[in-house]
């Protein structure tokens, strides 16, 4: 039989998967010589023992700790349930990974009427007695047997106020007996202390499963299997009087991680008080001027956790009768600037190395470098919840349409804009937009990823809401109406909609950024490239330290209002004469626009796809749209009207896109080959190096990718002998069909890279619509159906399975392939771990998330290399 308890003498800070964080640093600082009350641990195994047998405790369980407890009783002088010499304990919850304050904790355990009276004496404190044992008897009836903890919190208020009383100190022994009398009436809570220890294990136990603890762990990221080790430690008195006291102190400030000891103490009070804010604690250094020797040592051991731990640490401890004592030492939560600072100025300190300092910041630490934030410690009216789309707070003005939307940006307010859905149509309001919310859509729907590539805040799949464009009001569920030109602020962080303007903290870099990421780059193998279209984009992701451009989506360059009635003019044309005159014409705006990026991007590679999208995305479908189109294009609106219905599909992301409009129309490639060629001739003839890659999207067989390469060599080859310049370029394919993935050894003869688009190759992996996901994964998640979001973090058992085949199955039959990918995973830190390991050469994401690609694959290469 495994040992189930661990005596605080019997463990270390390695222990933690064992012991749970908490026990696994109790034990720690005891070997360390530190004063920290006596105790023992129940390990997380015996959790999982508890819940794999339906919530009951191993048969000797009890046999076993109540051995420790004698330990525990030699070594603290005191025995539990004796009322002449009474010993209490704490009882709290431990993970192997921090969860504060998520799970249970039951303080002063082994209290009743007879051990408080005995403790009175003992003490010759009758006042903090009776307080210790109303603290118990309010805190174990919630905690333990579901009694709301607000109950005993009215009664006590209802008594201050009928006598007189302002604050807790000012009750006296007598006032706590009167407040006990009256709990006894509200709960029948057990006298015996052993069954009082059963009791609150159990509960501890079965707070891993409270909705609080789930919610945090999917929040970040803890498996559910882990469970919670218990920690029974001898209970020490802040509230014993006014030589004691209970703080909880940093050995950085966690908010900005200067490097200043930082805390707050409460005389006179137990830690809960500290914590629960029931009193305005007051500075550390209060300790410094009522204690000055208990002040030293506290200093002293702060000094010495840090530099043993290496990191910052947040310490829980508690002075009685002017002893100091040790309760908790963890990692610190910070901010994401605290994090950031922290970590390179550890390295300067020599405490920890480059790879340890990128391991410790996180994707959310980085995010506040990139965008402003939503302050945390505003007042917010939270009014509806989203998918978190793109990360940043924005506030504005409601407006329901991209033209509304660019009307008051020109008036220069803020606005943000609220869709059902949006479509590459509402392209020019997106792009005005401080935010974007809409009704539909997943983390991968057209908002979500544009947003994200413009750095502009969104919230998708924001269900409870409900869009009547003709009045101009979004409904919640809960009735509350948001009206055209009511401002709003989201947190596309939290996907959080409130009402009003919630103040913000703004971005901006710091020179400990600057370094961190030089170190990324250093400790990296993969590239990162990023997704970009427009130069402003281009030149924000080499801002950010992107190594090229690793997908331009084409069909982007078509939607400003000029263009978009030249390519409708095209799509609508009968002959090919026809669609040839309007493609010369559309040519022109892909050569200046290829131009600006390789201009940008001047010796670094730009990987180009060929139209992609459903033509009839293109097109209007409201009536006004269609005879304004007919006009435009000298067309009856019946033939608009019949061209555009026969171009509509039932499932048109399986339908005529990709490279099926190269084979259908392949003058349609022919001028795009023929524009990207000769702003490639003219970027070279400017002084520039272009370095332009040619992709083909959405293949099936490599009978495709033969014909479409012919066209592409083409083009090229007219151009270059029309320019007598020499350009070197590459063609390759997108992998996002389980087929292409599966023929792999195939395609790779015929093409010199392959980037994965993997928002399509998990759609069709899964069977999962990309744009209406956000209507059920959340409650797929919930059930546990799926671990993650599929379209937010990669899923290797099925995706990444294919990736793994097409990899391997191709580089055996032609070396010297690149492969990349390009889907939004590309700016997914676990995803880019996977991309890493699977041997990819490059990622690519939306230039706003450059900087955590940078940091992720670095961190990727310095796990791979602890491993």
């Known amino acids: 039989m495994a040992k189930r308890v661990y005596l605080f003498n019997e463990g270390n800070k390695d222990d933690r998967e064992l012991l749970g964080g908490k026990g696994a640093n109790l034990c720690e600082m005891t070997s360390m010589g530190l004063p920290v009350p006596f105790g023992f641990i129940i390990t997380t195994d015996t959790c999982r023992e508890y819940f794999h047998a339906g919530n009951k405790l191993p048969g000797l369980l009890e046999q076993e700790y109540r051995v420790a407890l004698d330990m525990v009783e030699k070594k603290m002088g005191a025995r539990f349930g004796d009322p002449s010499n009474p010993l209490l304990f704490s009882v709290r919850s431990g993970a192997p990974v921090s969860m504060p304050g998520m799970m249970n904790t039951i303080l002063n355990l082994g209290l009743n009427d007879e051990i408080a009276a005995g403790l009175a004496e003992k ?93 945090y762990r999917e929040m970040n990221n803890i498996a559910d299997t882990l469970g919670t080790a218990v920690n029974v430690q001898a209970m020490v008195f802040g509230n014993f009087g006014e030589d004691s006291g209970s703080g909880v102190a940093f050995t950085r400030n966690p908010s900005t991680g200067e490097r200043q000891f930082f805390g707050e103490i409460l005389f006179n009070a137990a830690g809960e008080d500290v914590v629960a804010g029931i009193r305005t604690p007051l500075p550390v250094e209060a300790l410094k001027e009522r204690m000055p020797e208990v002040y030293d040592e506290l200093y002293r051991t702060q000094e010495l956790l840090e530099k043993h731990y290496r990191d910052m640490q947040d310490m829980e401890f508690t002075i009685q009768q002017g002893r100091f004592y040790m309760l908790q030492t963890r990692s610190g939560k910070r901010t994401g600037r605290a994090a950031v600072k922290i970590a390179v100025e550890m390295v300067g300190e020599n405490l920890i190395t480059e790879g340890e300092a990128l391991m410790r910041v996180s994707p959310e630490h980085v995010e506040a470098f990139l965008h402003p934030t939503v302050d945390p410690r505003a007042k917010k009216d939270i009014v509806a919840t989203g998918l978190p789309a793109s990360p940043g707070g924005a506030t504005g003005e409601i407006v329901f349409s991209a033209e509304e939307a660019e009307e008051v940006a020109k008036a220069g307010r803020p606005v943000i804009l609220v869709r059902r859905e949006t479509t590459p149509e509402d392209i020019h309001g997106m792009k005005v937009a401080a935010g974007i919310l809409t009704e539909l859509g997943g983390m991968t729907s057209h908002a979500a990823v544009v947003a994200r590539g413009m750095g502009v805040c969104a919230i998708t799949g924001c269900g409870s809401l409900s869009i009547n464009y003709a009045d101009g009001i979004a409904t919640t569920e809960d009735g509350v109406e948001m009206k055209r030109g009511d401002t709003i602020t989201l947190d596309g962080t939290s996907g959080e909609v409130m009402l009003g303007d919630i103040p913000k903290a703004e971005a901006s870099s710091s020179d400990d950024f600057q370094t961190l990421l030089s170190w990324a780059d ?24 992107a190594e090229g451009i690793g997908l331009c989506r084409t069909e982007h360059m078509f939607f400003e209002a000029e263009r978009i009635e030249k390519m409708r003019a095209m799509i609508l044309s009968e002959t090919k004469k026809e669609r040839k005159k309007y493609l010369k014409e559309l040519r022109k705006f892909q050569r200046d626009d290829m131009f600006e990026l390789f201009k940008v991007m001047d010796g670094l590679p730009v990987t180009i796809r060929l139209l992609d999208p459903p033509l009839h995305e293109f097109l209007p479908h409201g009536e006004d749209d269609m005879q304004a189109l007919a006009k435009a294009v000298d067309k009856p609106v019946e033939k608009v009207r019949e061209i555009t219905e026969s171009l509509s599909e039932v499932n048109p992301m399986l339908g005529f896109r990709g490279c099926r409009l190269s084979i259908m129309f392949p003058e349609i490639t022919e001028m795009q080959v023929q524009a990207i060629m000769s702003a490639a001739a003219d970027a070279v003839e400017a002084g520039y190096k272009a370095m332009p890659e040619i992709m083909i999207p959405l293949v099936v067989n490599v009978r495709e990718i033969r014909m479409i390469t012919e066209i592409i060599d083409k083009g090229v080859q007219k151009v270059l002998r029309e320019r007598l310049v020499s350009v070197p370029y590459k063609v390759g394919t997108m992998m996002e069909t389980p087929r292409a993935t599966l023929g792999a050894d195939r395609l790779a003869p015929e093409v010199e890279f392959m980037s994965f688009g993997t928002n399509d190759l998990t759609q069709m992996t899964y069977g999962f619509s990309r744009d209406d996901v956000g209507k059920f994964i959340p409650s797929y998640i919930e059930k546990k159906l799926v671990e993650d979001d599929p379209f937010v973090t990669l899923d290797q058992r099925a995706v990444g399975r294919l990736m793994e085949m097409a990899v391997s199955e191709s580089r055996k039959v032609k070396k010297g392939i690149k492969y990349g990918i390009c889907g939004e995973h590309g700016g997914d830190p676990r995803s880019i771990r996977f991309c890493h390991n699977l041997g990819l050469d490059y990622v690519s994401c939306s230039p706003f998330r450059v900087p955590i690609a940078r940091i992720a694959a670095a961190q990727a290469h310095v796990e791979q290399q602890d491993d």
């Not at 009383?165 to 007996?177: G, I, S």
């Not at 250093?522 to 330290?545: F, Q, S, Y």
Request: hydrophobic residues 40%; without cysteine.
């Open 522 to 545: 250093k400790h990296r193998r993969l590239k990162v490239r990023a997704n970009a279209e427009t130069p402003e984009d281009a030149a924000k992701a080499i801002e950010l330290g």
């Open 123 to 215: 003490t010759g404190n009758a006042r903090f007695a009776y307080d210790s044992y109303r603290r118990f008897i309010s805190m174990f009836a919630d905690v333990v047997m579901g009694v709301p903890g607000e109950k005993f919190e009215h009664e006590i208020e209802q008594y201050k106020q009928a006598n007189g009383k302002e604050l807790d100190v000012d009750m006296t022994a007598e006032d706590w007996q009167a407040i006990i009398a009256i709990y006894k009436t509200i709960v029948d809570f057990p006298e015996d202390p052993f069954t009082q220890l059963k009791m609150a294990v159990e509960a501890v136990f079965q707070s891993w499963h409270t909705p609080r603890a789930i919610f």
